[in-house]
């Protein structure tokens, strides 16, 4: 089986995996300024994608070009995190350099698509295909790619749940990664390899107290967080813990969407209630910052302040120390949220606001730490594990070795033959 790593090794975004000169797993980008693709156009003849993140398969529209139409396989919620993705890119960046796409490729994905539930094994470009849960985001997979030869596992990005007590816990929106398929060659995932998470039981019980704490003290909470997935999983614990909650942003249409698929989270009726218990905004009329003012949490987009209606939010309760601004995902370093945490500061909207509300980050990752990553890998010890998205892929594999794994980190634009 030959392997051409077209983005995504030793590195985290645009992740990109040919196989075969035929099959391609993921398409997708990296977001920056300027935004950064895979470093080859290839025109395979089907397309895999793993997940509904834009580091996955926000490049995808750009196979459609020309007369090509290869099919792209992937899950429902896959196939509509990626069309609404494509739709939100688009919408911001339409007839840009930062987008190589226009409406009319988005339209193609939806001629192409071919859905496909967990453990249904298909064929794609001469390969056998089956899709397992990844534990990630809602119709996240593993890839099982066997050319008849070779049975290649790719993991893309994953989760698995702990144990805390006795009791088994982990994101309360999807469940984690059970599945350990035989394969050959695993491609693994390395994001947060060197970083063991504090048990989930806890930081969800931390930051509960923190929200309760600020708004016992009169102040509002802004939770800035990514649409896919860590919206959700925010609407669920103020749903379980009754706490008054707002929500704004692209993660209301994701939300109502993902009620649409309840075989894909671990707890559908879990989810109704907290779609129910949320106050989705519509922005009309100045409705922001009256929602700015009351004794509230506010669950918005962008996860880093980037963009998207923290804009509004946050200049409106900045200067109030009783309020809060609570990150719950990891802040790239020079965005706003990155700032904010470091320095007490953010550029918003083009200014530099000093920010006198009080700032906190969870680990809230959907990603399997250390500890999860070697027990994943536990299941392969016979076999070859290649590392990619991450940081420090190369340290990671060398550390695989040590313990006896045949272990490498490839590089973008490498092939390795398996």
Not at 68 to 78: L, S, V
Not at 93 to 102: I, Q, V
Not at 162 to 173: A, F, I, K, P, S
Not at 225 to 231: C, E, K, L, P, S
Request: net charge negative; aromatic share 6%; with cysteine.
């Amino acid at each position: 089986m030959k392997l051409q790593f077209l983005g995504g090794a030793r590195e985290v975004g645009r992740s990109a995996i040919l196989v075969n000169d035929s099959l391609l797993l993921d398409y997708g980008m990296l977001t920056g300024n300027p935004p950064q693709y895979p470093v080859a156009s290839p025109e395979p003849d089907a397309v895999v994608v793993s997940h509904g993140h834009l580091d996955h398969v926000g490049a995808v529209p750009t196979l459609l070009s020309g007369d090509r139409r290869p099919p792209i396989h992937w899950t429902p919620p896959t196939q509509e995190l990626a069309l609404t993705l494509a739709r939100d890119t688009l919408k911001l960046h339409g007839g840009t350099y930062d987008c190589p796409f226009t409406e009319t490729h988005v339209q193609r994905m939806t001629q192409v698509s071919n859905p496909h539930g967990y453990g249904e094994p298909f064929e794609a470009a001469g390969h056998e295909v089956t899709l397992y849960n990844a534990g990630h985001i809602p119709g996240s997979a593993h890839v099982l790619v066997d050319d008849g030869d070779t049975r290649l596992l790719y993991t893309a990005d994953f989760h698995l749940d702990e144990e805390d007590g006795g009791d088994v816990v982990g994101q309360r929106l999807v469940p984690g990664s059970t599945d350990r398929p035989d394969a050959d060659v695993v491609i693994c995932e390395s994001t947060y390899a060197d970083v063991e998470h504090d048990p989930r039981g806890e930081v969800e019980r931390r930051f509960v107290e923190s929200l309760q704490t600020t708004m016992w003290e009169g102040g509002t909470v802004v939770v800035p967080a990514f649409a896919i997935g860590r919206t959700q999983e925010m609407l669920l614990i103020c749903e379980a813990h009754d706490l008054p909650c707002y929500v704004d942003g692209m993660g209301k249409q994701v939300t109502r969407m993902l009620r649409n698929h309840p075989e894909f989270v671990r707890d559908a009726d879990a989810l109704r209630r907290a779609k129910s218990h949320a106050r989705f905004v519509t922005g009309r009329n100045g409705q922001r910052k009256r929602i700015a003012k009351q004794n509230t949490v506010i669950v918005t987009t962008s996860g880093m302040l980037s963009g998207g209606p923290a804009m509004t939010y946050i200049p409106e309760v900045r200067a109030d120390p009783t309020n809060k601004i609570t990150m719950t995902g990891y802040q790239v370093e020079g965005t706003p949220g990155r700032d904010l945490l470091e320095r007490g500061s953010a550029e918003i909207d083009g200014r530099i606001m000093p920010i006198s509300a009080q700032a906190e980050s969870y680990d809230f990752s959907a990603h399997a730490d250390h500890d999860g990553l070697r027990e994943f890998l536990s299941a392969y010890e016979a076999s070859e594990i290649l590392v990619n998205h991450g940081d420090n892929c190369e340290n990671f594999a060398a550390e695989l070795r040590e313990d006896g794994y045949e272990a490498s980190a490839p590089e973008v634009g490498q092939v390795v033959e398996v």
